[in-house]
């Protein structure tokens, strides 16, 4: 087909005639489907299932030291654990807290204790006039959240298929001591599912911040999650805190992980990476905060996985479910809206979401169409601080939870909103 823009106003409005008819036609079906939030489909739960099976009143309910895990104690996490965890995020265990059930959970605490307390000894932000954190977009909605809720001011910096602008994040962060944060989503990021490049895990490392206290939140939710077996097909990311110790800023990151998307999201584990120095101020806070985290929970995830090419494995598992989903939606997009000039989309090697972007000033025409039809999408602008994308054009697509026929058909509805709020708009042009 012609693309739209080269299509005169006859053509158009034939075109808008022929989708008028079949949007009719799909909305009269009354669907009710859903690709807004990236939550794994029950069959990925069921992945996961024998991990209730690894305790019971029988079990030997002790860590490898010995330690009742059915008690109060052990902060950091039991040793075992932090072996996993630190695997996982490759890093060293001794470098590495085990927290509770919520990565995010954890982002929010840090940024709520610097907020009131300070970070390694500096004045607590909220006694400072002005604090101000990056947000590559688009980006993790819950991220700006965060900030917003503490009314840090966000300023957007674009991404690229290697990361964010390096250029404009080292001289805001160089320059300017307001700055104290930046939210990364350094692999298989969400929503576009880019992977930072080496040359930008470098930079990162290289910064040399205005502000003592400033510090990359490098949340890693999606390290391992790959969508293809070959290792050809897998993004590969750099490591920063060893880079950071290299460049001679040890503190600079902290890293952020958890296991939402390999076994249960919300009764998995999460932790942070980070330097002693920092781990020590995490941990001032942490014990006036709990007397020890859900060590059972800890015990059950180590033995049901033993190692990490275990785990790796079970990560295959879930590709093999997610990887035709996603190629789904990809193949339909490319046959549906494919040379017609009125969208461009991601294609990931894994992660959980498509970034797709329309014609400037259509996204929420096209969220609300199809919704309209019954098709949940997230939220139009949620991409972007303050729920503002400033050309109204990024929408996330998440196809993990519906069901593959499910989502072809969501994927249809969602092409014919596109179609009808483009040809909408070269109308009025
Ligand atoms: N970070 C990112 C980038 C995510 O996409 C998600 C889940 N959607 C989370 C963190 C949440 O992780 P958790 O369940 O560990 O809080």
């Given at each position: 087909m012609k693309a739209y823009n080269e299509m005169g106003s006859e053509e158009l409005k034939a075109e808008k005639e022929a989708l008028e008819k079949q949007f009719a036609g799909v909305k009269a079906k009354g669907l009710k489907l859903d690709m807004s939030r990236g939550k794994p489909s029950k069959a990925q739960l069921e992945l996961s299932n024998e991990l209730m099976d690894?305790?019971?009143?029988?079990?030997?309910?002790?860590d490898e030291t010995g330690?009742?895990?059915?008690?109060?104690?052990?902060m950091g996490g039991i040793p075992e654990a932090k072996k996993l965890m630190g695997a996982m995020s490759e890093?060293?265990?001794?470098?590495m807290i085990i927290y509770g059930n919520s990565s995010l959970n954890v982002m929010f605490d840090t940024v709520s204790r610097s907020m009131t307390h300070g970070v390694?000894?500096?004045?607590?932000?909220?006694?400072?006039d002005k604090v101000k954190f990056l947000c590559p977009v688009p980006g993790y909605d819950r991220h700006f959240r965060i900030t917003e809720y503490f009314g840090i001011e966000m300023i957007n910096i674009p991404m690229t298929e290697n990361g964010p602008d390096m250029d404009l994040v080292e001289q805001y962060v160089n320059n300017d001591?307001?700055?104290k944060g930046i939210w990364c989503?350094?692999?298989?990021?969400?929503?576009?599912g880019y992977t930072y490049s080496e040359e930008t895990v470098k930079r990162f490392a290289n910064l040399t911040p205005a502000a003592d206290d400033f510090r990359i939140?490098?949340?890693?939710?999606?390290?391992?999650?790959?969508?293809?077996?070959?290792p050809e097909k897998q993004d590969y990311l750099l490591e920063i805190l060893n880079e950071c110790r290299k460049s001679g800023h040890p503190d600079m990151v902290y890293k952020f992980i958890s296991t939402s998307k390999v076994t249960f999201p919300g009764s998995g584990l999460a932790a942070v990476a980070a330097s002693q120095k920092n781990l020590e101020d995490f941990k001032k806070h942490l014990t006036v905060q709990t007397i020890g985290h859900d060590k059972l929970n800890q015990l059950r995830h180590v033995r049901y996985f033993g190692n990490m090419a275990n785990m790796h494995a079970h990560m295959s598992r879930h590709a093999e479910i997610l990887r035709p989903k996603f190629e789904t939606v990809e193949n339909t997009l490319e046959n549906e809206?494919?040379?017609?000039?009125i969208g461009t989309w991601t294609t990931p090697r894994g992660g959980y979401f498509i970034s797709f972007d329309s014609m400037d000033g259509c996204a929420k025409a096209i969220v609300a169409k199809a919704q309209e039809a019954g098709v949940k999408m997230?939220?139009?602008?949620?991409?972007f601080p303050y729920g503002?994308?400033?050309?109204d054009s990024n929408i996330r697509i998440a196809?993990?939870?519906?069901t593959l026929s499910d989502l072809k058909l969501a994927t249809e509805i969602f092409i014919l909103s596109v179609k009808l709020v483009s040809v909408d708009k070269l109308l009025a042009e």
């Open positions: 690894v305790l019971n009143s029988d079990s030997y309910f002790c330690t009742d895990c059915r008690n109060y104690g052990v890093v060293n265990p001794e470098d390694c000894g500096n004045t607590p932000w909220c006694k400072l001591a307001s700055v989503v350094p692999k298989y990021s969400n929503p576009q939140f490098w949340d890693n939710a999606y390290s391992i999650h790959h969508l293809y077996d070959e809206l494919g040379g017609l000039g997230t939220e139009a602008g949620a991409t503002m994308d400033p050309r196809p993990s939870f519906p």
